[in-house]
């Protein structure tokens, strides 16, 4: 390149930049004039000064309130006299003793405390306090300062009242301090709970998102169409299976002893079932290969394990309710086992979804797999064509049920007919073009969905979860810790899932020559390669989780938040001061706990 046009192109380079820029101090409004305006910097002085005052302690304050007359305006014939120091004790002069309303006298006051400040207000005779200006004494007690008289007229003798108040005895927690403690806990738990409960959803979810790992998992066509028909039923399935076990459960669990005995007989019925299911070596060879008992008994035992979760759900309720009632000031560990029980009941019905619809995977799988390896190229491609069109009508039908409920469309050939013709249709073009033995990159397809479903999650601020949570659980720390547990899902899972794309392959190639299936590889390859930075991403997001409570309380989601904005909108920077300074420390102690783990588990 000649250097005239190298000078030129750098020159060109050099002017967008600029532009640039100058096009942003203009877009965000950048004023130098306000650095140098005297009430800005006057402002700025007060708030860094309150700033660096915490009212975290205070003292106990001893009140001293002394009087003297005053006329306004000033009595006919002879002017009053002046105030007569009294023997002991302080005392105030007003030189003159009267004057017109608006007019101006000197106050000057005598042994008062040293170095202590209070306001000087006027009293007329209706008692009301006005104030017109405050006293500052030197190391000797004394103060003079000129104040400007109410245009409160009277032909009476008026106050002037002023107050001191000086600091006895030692320092003590303030209110302030109080609130600010109980808050900061409060917000150190919230953060807990909701970095727990991300973390316990994320670490699964991350191995979905991470490549390296679906990268390689295909199915065939019949397996992926089958898998897409047959999953909303498992689900469907599997949440009526835990209501019929509810209701039956609800009849029997009366009574906390009718609870126990119902934990123990399903205790002892799953036991049993487990027995048939999977007997010993030596009882599988008595009883030859039966399928059908094998099939019955796993029936019977997950009915009798399912029965037992739902009568230990009873059983922790009316144990936190008794115990609430009995620990005193321990009863938030009752309300807390009882809160455990609650937690079971609702998340049974998810579990028993989610392993329907993963039972119902399974068999969709090898039944597909089956297909695909038995059929002849002919009459494997008129059922790939005849499960494609199911698939896709299942599919889009779904989503129009989806978009029908968020907005309330309640036509049938909108939301059911339209999309299951064009679902249809668009499942019998991809099955067509499809070769009949082909492998779909589902593990692909997987971890695209997941990572997009993450970053959507991510790129919406807790800020904004916790409204839509405040609306529907209340404002409070309750709300908080479900906003900050689904950001923390969409954070953690990115980096977890990001920390097993980059571990190394040579274990994982190693683990799959002996043999193993995935969940083997996973848990013998994958798991110990990541255990420290997951420690280390965990205690971080904790810390991120703490920082964070701060601002969702400014949107109702509890925590020392709540109290900062408050105090913010009060102007009151001293009180606000003692929550930053609390925050500050608390993320401090956290990130030495961070390190300490870190060097333990390295």
Known sequence: ??????????????????????????????????????????????????????????????????????????????????????????????????????????????????????????????????????????????????????????????????????????????????????????????????????????????????????????????????????????????????????????????????????????????????????????????????????????????????????????????????????????????DFVADIGGIIRLLLPVVCALIGAGLFLGVAGSLGQWIAERFTPATGKIVNLILGALAGAVLLILLGLGVGWLYQITNWRSIILWPGVIGGILGLGVAALTPYNASLPTGYVVYTVTRTILNALRSVEALIMVIVFAVWVGIGPFAGVLALGLHTVAALAKLYSEQVESIMEGPLEAILATGANRLQMIVYAVIPQIIPPYISFTMYRWDINVRMSTIIGFAGGGGIGFLLQQNINLLNYRSASAQILAIAIVVSLMDYLSSALRQRTL
């Open 1 to 334: 390149m000649p250097r005239f046009t190298h000078s030129l192109l750098t020159g060109l380079i050099v002017v967008i930049i600029v532009v640039i820029y100058a096009y942003g101090f203009s877009v965000t409004q950048v004023n130098l004039d306000e650095l140098d305006s005297p009430d800005r910097q006057q402002s700025l002085t007060r708030i860094l000064r309150a700033l660096a005052r915490p009212n975290f302690f205070e003292f106990d304050q001893e009140e001293v309130a002394v009087e003297t007359p005053v006329w306004v305006p000033c009595p006919s014939g002879e002017p009053p006299a002046p105030s007569v120091a009294p023997a002991s004790g302080p005392y105030m002069t007003v030189t003159p003793a009267c004057g017109d309303p608006n007019s101006e006298v000197t106050v000057e006051g005598f042994g008062f405390a040293p170095n202590s400040s209070g306001p000087l207000n006027f009293i007329p005779p209706s008692g009301v306090s006005l104030q017109i200006g405050r006293i500052e004494t030197d190391g000797g007690g004394h103060f003079l300062t000129t104040v400007e008289l109410r245009d409160r007229p009277n032909a009476e003798a008026q106050m002037l009242r002023a107050i001191t108040r000086t600091n006895v005895g030692g320092p003590h927690l303030s209110q302030n301090g109080r609130d600010t403690i109980d808050k900061i806990i409060e917000t150190v738990f919230m953060a807990l709970l909701a970095t727990t409960l991300g973390t316990l959803l994320a670490i699964p979810i991350s191995f979905f998102a991470a490549q390296n790992l679906m990268r390689t998992v295909t199915s065939p066509v019949p397996s992926v169409a089958l898998s897409i028909i047959l999953a909303p039923a498992g689900v469907w399935l599997g949440a009526r299976f835990a209501g019929v076990v509810q209701e039956m459960t609800a009849l029997l669990a009366a009574q906390p002893l009718f609870s126990l005995g119902g934990l123990l007989a399903a205790g002892a019925v799953a036991w049993l079932g487990l027995r048939l299911a999977l007997p010993g070596a030596g009882e599988e060879e008595e009883r030859g290969d039966n399928s059908l008992i094998r099939i019955v008994s796993g029936a019977v035992m997950a009915v009798a394990v399912l029965a037992g979760a739902y009568f230990l759900a009873d059983l922790l309720e009316a144990a936190g309710v008794w115990l609430a009632t009995r620990l005193g000031l321990f009863d938030f560990v009752g």
